[in-house]
T-cell receptor, first 112, second 116 residues
């Protein structure tokens, strides 16, 4: 298995909803990442987990809450989002940074 | 801090021809890697090619090759025999391996269109 799988592929949520994005990989990668990407822009790093511990939080608002329950799974919990949070959310994983990251195909999030 | 610059927002190439995408970067570090990623309309970011800063030999992956000029801090991507499936956004990226928390830094990207 050489994939990073993200679910759901599309999500529409209201500003008062609570939802979660899921990311899964079975490649034995011990680093996992969440990125946010607006249209025609580069991905922006949000969080990095290394060996299931949060190692980088790029000053992301608390309405985004990451979780890494085990070495294969990464979640992003969403609560009280704003319309400007609408974007493509990408998950990635890596063995070591020098190997490059393997990305999932993302969740397209729309906040209404 | 490191920066990655892709100054061309868009390019177009005829199918079967060769195209070169430009990228420059700035860093004071010596231990780093450079990458080109492709993002087609399907959204998934795909690693195209990578280059270790310590290697003088330019990396090659089938129709994709790089011209790595370390002194000039330049890392361009050449796509030979362009195919319609090469239509995508291409991002140049840099990672510094010095320090505990390495982060991948992306350029702004370039939209490449391959014309039939």
């Amino acid at each position: 298995d050489t994939e990073v799988t993200q679910t759901p592929k599309h999500l529409v949520m209201g500003m008062t909803n609570k939802k979660s994005l899921k990311c899964e990989q079975h490649m034995g990668h011990r680093a996992m990442y969440w990125y946010k990407q607006k249209a025609k822009k580069p991905p922006e790093l949000m969080f990095v987990y290394s060996y299931e511990k949060l190692s980088i939080n790029e000053s992301v608002p608390s309405r985004f809450s990451p979780e890494c329950p085990n070495s294969s799974l990464l979640n992003l919990h969403l609560h009280a989002l704003q319309p400007e949070d609408s974007a493509l959310y990408l998950c990635a994983s890596s063995v070591t940074p020098r190997d490059g990251y393997t990305f999932g195909s993302g969740t397209r999030l729309t906040v209404v | 801090a490191q920066t990655v610059t892709q100054s061309q927002p868009e390019m177009s190439v005829q199918e079967a021809e060769t195209v070169t995408l430009s990228c420059t970067y700035d860093t004071s570090e010596n231990n780093y890697y450079l990458f080109w990623y492709k993002q087609p309309p399907s959204r998934q970011m795909i690693l195209v090619i990578r280059q270790e800063a310590y290697k003088q030999q330019n990396a090659t992956e089938n129709r994709f090759s790089v011209n790595f000029q370390k002194a000039a801090k330049s890392f361009s991507l050449k796509i030979s025999d362009s195919q319609l499936g090469d239509t995508a956004m291409y991002f140049c990226a840099f990672i510094n391996l010095t320090g505990a928390n390495s982060k991948l830094t992306f350029g702004k990207g370039i939209t490449l269109s391959v014309r039939p």
